[in-house]
């Protein structure tokens, strides 16, 4: 296919663009949907499934559930506000070190 891009009119070349991206996704889709294919039968020459590679090649963790942290430290104006004493202070953890207590003051 030889094609004089410099003898076409503008809008010729308008219309051979919207052709060229549409082939473009059209083939990005095929190629995937090779990929996908190829992906699947080698895994499947091993005995996995690739939902079973892709899950155990996401993370060293995988299949663990995480578990939430135990909070460390509660507000005693309000005890439903806990800490963990992981990350970043709370504000009342601040302002209650600020006004004198200590950490092991806000314990719990």
């Given at each position: 296919m030889n094609i004089d891009l410099n003898t076409m009119s503008h809008k010729d070349?308008?219309?051979?663009?919207?052709?060229?991206?549409?082939?473009?996704?059209?083939?990005?889709?095929?190629?995937?949907?090779?990929?996908?294919?190829?992906?699947?039968?080698?895994?499947?020459?091993?005995?996995?499934?690739?939902?079973?590679?892709?899950?155990a090649a996401g993370s060293k963790k995988a299949g663990k559930a995480k578990r939430p942290s135990t909070p460390k430290f509660a507000n005693p104006a309000d005890a439903s506000q806990t800490w963990t004493g992981k990350g970043r202070q709370p504000k009342w953890y601040v302002e209650a070190l600020e006004s004198g207590k200590t950490p092991a003051d806000l314990e719990i």
């Amino acid at each position: 296919m030889n094609i004089d891009l410099n003898t076409m009119s503008h809008k010729d070349l308008e219309k051979l663009l919207i052709d060229v991206k549409a082939a473009i996704k059209t083939a990005q889709v095929r190629d995937r949907r090779e990929a996908l294919k190829a992906a699947e039968k080698a895994a499947a020459e091993y005995g996995f499934s690739l939902d079973e590679l892709a899950g155990a090649a996401g993370s060293k963790k995988a299949g663990k559930a995480k578990r939430p942290s135990t909070p460390k430290f509660a507000n005693p104006a309000d005890a439903s506000q806990t800490w963990t004493g992981k990350g970043r202070q709370p504000k009342w953890y601040v302002e209650a070190l600020e006004s004198g207590k200590t950490p092991a003051d806000l314990e719990i």
